[in-house]
């Protein structure tokens, strides 16, 4: 039962864009790692054929209380896996719609003119181009260590540092065990495509995060100060939660929503690995978050990452969903712009970030183009980050100020961002970031051989 509830949780993070299937893979904590990585790969090679045999059986309408995702995954290891091995209510469900289930894939062979499970399958799509250029992107947790430190590491392990990149084109050319210091964002180290660090003792104890670049980009631009009370509205796996205790140097306030027990519970592992105090999990929709609540009347900063189509990431599965119907856009796109809406609604609400994993229009410019327009002039766009290559389409005046990522174009995932302020002189936060933000110093172990070091306070855990 556990397999299958996990299977479910990693599907349903793929859905809403919170990363790729390996890092919620190993995210989940489940024990058999392969085995919950083989059993979510499958369930997604056979998405389509089981969307249509649970329409077809109409399971979830006689089962209202099954979530979507995991009767995919209890229906694909009924019919083409090893059979539901669990026992309980699961093996009972299953037992109890096996013969209709059967009936519909029988019908369904019939319909398409195949007589084996694996010709339904339609023909095994190459992997997006973006996906094999996207280089491994490792964020240096600045609670547990220093950029310095996990440098001399990985030095120590063989890796050879080039120092910090001057352009796009020096991360593309990354290959070996050569590594760089990212030329847009601070602790942020960029390797080879591929390199796998998830039995690093590194990340194992939480001093680097698997983080794509674009997915730093809310909590970078956001940027609160040590000390604020911040709200991160859709928080689930915790990543970026992460980010924002370690900008914040776990001095202030982090509030984290997320509807989902069993995420909330994966995060909260997370958070604790990575060091992170001050902060307060809640299993609650955001939007029905009291904005007048007094214990958020000194929230200034508040990042809203929410559900959305996943289109812009890059290392989808065949079988997985890559282009969203107009229905399934249009209901996203009305929550997004639900929830931005409810974000604004915070009194003391000095700076807000709306981000997404997602390529759509609808679900990133139309959004914060209604918004705005319901909020008059309340409210206003932000060009933060200046030097960042990729602008917003121009969906509307200032759409320009909203950035995107691609594959192509940033070598990351496909990813959007806008930075909201309130209008007039109350405004407490500055409308772009400080120079500081847009130059990255070159880490200290880069100076010349036998310079005297810079003395500094050591209060992080040394990595050995």
């Known amino acids: 039962m556990a397999l299958y509830s996990a299977a479910a949780a990693v599907l349903e993070g793929l859905e809403r864009g919170d990363g790729g299937i390996k890092s919620l893979v190993y995210n989940s904590r489940f024990p058999h790692v392969r085995q919950l990585y083989a059993l979510v790969s499958e369930t997604l090679r056979y998405s389509p054929v089981l969307e249509k045999l649970l329409a077809g ?66 023909p095994v799509q190459a992997v997006s181009p973006g996906a094999s250029q996207v280089p491994r992107y490792v964020r240096v947790n600045t609670l547990k260590t220093c950029v310095d430190d996990v440098i001399d590491f990985f030095k120590r392990q063989g890796y050879s540092y080039l120092g910090k990149a001057a352009s796009v084109e020096e991360l593309r050319a990354l290959s070996g065990k050569k590594f760089l210091l990212d030329l847009h964002l601070p602790e942020l180290l960029v390797f080879p495509p591929q390199t796998d660090f998830h039995d690093n003792v590194l990340y194992t104890s939480g001093h680097i995060i698997l983080q794509d670049k674009a997915s730093c980009l809310p909590a970078f631009l956001l940027c609160p100060a040590a000390g604020s009370h911040v709200i991160d509205a859709c928080a689930a796996p915790g990543n970026k939660t992460s980010h924002l205790a370690a900008i914040l140097k776990n001095k202030g306030q982090i509030f984290a929503f997320d509807v989902d027990t069993k995420r909330l519970a994966t995060m909260n592992t997370l958070l604790m690995r990575a060091g992170v105090t001050g902060f307060q999990l809640a299993q609650q929709d955001f939007l029905t978050v ?144 400080p120079a500081a933000a847009e130059e990255i110093p070159e880490p200290s172990e880069g100076k010349v051989a036998g310079a005297a070091p810079k003395k500094r306070k050591r209060k992080k855990q040394r990595v050995k």
């Open 290 to 433: 009291d904005p007048g609540d007094p214990r958020y009347s000194k929230v200034t900063h508040i990042l809203l990452d929410p559900s959305c189509s996943g289109s812009g990431m890059v290392t989808r599965l065949p079988g997985e969903e890559a282009a969203p119907s107009a229905q399934r856009l249009q209901a996203l796109a009305g929550f997004q712009r639900r929830a931005l809406g409810h974000a604004l609604r915070f009194p003391a609400l000095q700076r807000l970030v709306y981000s997404t994993c997602s390529w759509h229009r609808e679900e990133n410019e139309d959004v914060v183009h209604s918004v705005l327009q319901e909020w008059g002039s309340t409210f206003r766009l932000v060009n933060a980050f200046p030097s960042w290559p990729c602008r917003g389409f121009a969906a509307f005046p200032g759409a320009e100020c909203c950035l995107r990522a691609s594959p192509a174009d940033t070598l990351t995932n496909g990813f959007f961002v806008a930075v909201l302020e309130p209008c007039g002189e109350e405004a407490a936060v500055p409308s772009s970031l």
């Open 57 to 122: 059986a109409a399971l979830l309408q006689a089962e209202k209380k099954l979530p979507p995702q995991l009767a995919k995954v209890l229906v694909y290891d009924l019919l083409f896996g090893k059979g539901v091995k669990c026992g309980g209510r699961w093996k009972a469900l299953a037992r109890r719609h096996r013969a209709r289930l059967e009936a519909e894939l029988a019908r369904l062979k019939v319909q398409q003119k195949v007589s084996r499970n694996e010709d339904l399958l339609a």
